[in-house]
């Protein structure tokens, strides 16, 4: 779709597919490859598909910011300033990527470390390789948690658990994720690209406007049951004048011949 170096933005129909593209540094994230994903995201937001796969090439997913890049400054003995990274730099492609109307999946491939478990938890659904590994590495290098991975990760999997892991600086194998309930299933590693276009297809045969309000709904909690039944009966009340809607209701309720 587009020419990129650090990642690649492809489509077929109403499904794209987003690749971290530095397999030699697990896709550890640098300033050109998060200018590319800015643009991949310019593109998605002009033409949103109906489903987003997120995914890494070769064996790691994302393992976080390149620490080689913030090297040649602190060597120097020069002040860095992770503030401006983040505002400039992380906060607008989390933002952005979950304000997508799209469903994301992420297939975390191998390895999401630091920054990488804040883009695979942009996902509304995480499928995962057998062999990935969610690692909070931020503490081992001195650092919390960001990339919006202190709001999300505890969401997913617990406020205690999400501490411990980002007070270890520790991580957690693809089962456990599992167990948690971080990730929706696991796969063999040499499965994991079928099984997640699979997914896919099954999501763009459903309704894209009843996903979109799903997601809504679901994950931009209401602050009282009231309010979320009243946003329900919006959402349903639109919904009920789509044409699947209507199309579902003829094909399944119409009167059958007589046996
Ligand atoms: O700076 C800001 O803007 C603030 C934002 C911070 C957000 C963050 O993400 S902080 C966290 C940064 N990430 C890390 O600290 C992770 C560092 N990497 C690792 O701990 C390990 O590489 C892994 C546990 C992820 C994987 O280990 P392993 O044994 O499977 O692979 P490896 O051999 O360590 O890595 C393979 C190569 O990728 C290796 O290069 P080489 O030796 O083959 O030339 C390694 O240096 C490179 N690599 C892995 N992670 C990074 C990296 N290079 C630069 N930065 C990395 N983050």
């Not at 998605?44 to 913030?70: K, M, N, S, W, Y």
Request: aromatic share 4%; proline share 5%.
């Amino acid at each position: 779709m587009a020419p990129f170096e650090h990642i690649r933005l492809t489509r077929d129909g109403a499904i794209a597919r987003l690749t971290l593209n530095r397999p030699a540094r697990l896709n550890a994230l640098i300033r050109p490859m998060q200018a590319e994903l800015s643009a991949a995201l310019d593109l998605l937001e002009a033409e949103p598909p109906q489903v987003l796969i997120l995914t890494g090439e070769g064996r790691g997913f994302c393992a976080g910011q390149d620490l080689t890049e913030r090297y040649p400054q602190i060597a120097a003995g020069e002040a860095v300033h992770l503030g401006a990274s983040l505002t400039q730099t992380y906060n607008p492609l989390i933002r952005r990527l979950n304000a997508l109307p799209c469903v994301i999946i992420a297939a975390v491939n191998g390895v999401a470390a630091g920054a990488g478990i804040g883009l695979a938890l942009t996902a509304d659904i995480i499928l995962a390789a057998r062999e990935a590994r969610f690692l909070m590495a931020f503490g081992k290098v001195g650092l919390g948690p960001d990339a919006g991975v202190s709001w999300a990760l505890p969401e997913r999997i617990g406020s205690r658990r999400a501490l411990a892991l980002a007070l270890t600086g520790g991580g957690i194998d693809a089962q456990t994720a599992l167990d948690w309930g971080l990730v929706w299933a696991l796969h063999d590693a040499g499965e994991l690209a079928a099984a997640t276009q699979e997914l896919a297809l099954v999501l763009v045969a459903g309704s894209a406007q009843a996903q979109r309000a799903a997601k809504q709904l679901l994950r931009e909690k209401a602050p009282s049951l009231e309010a979320a039944l009243a946003r329900e009966s919006a959402c349903q009340d639109a919904l009920g004048h789509t044409d699947f809607y209507r199309d579902a209701v003829l094909a399944f309720a119409a009167p059958k011949p007589a046996r």
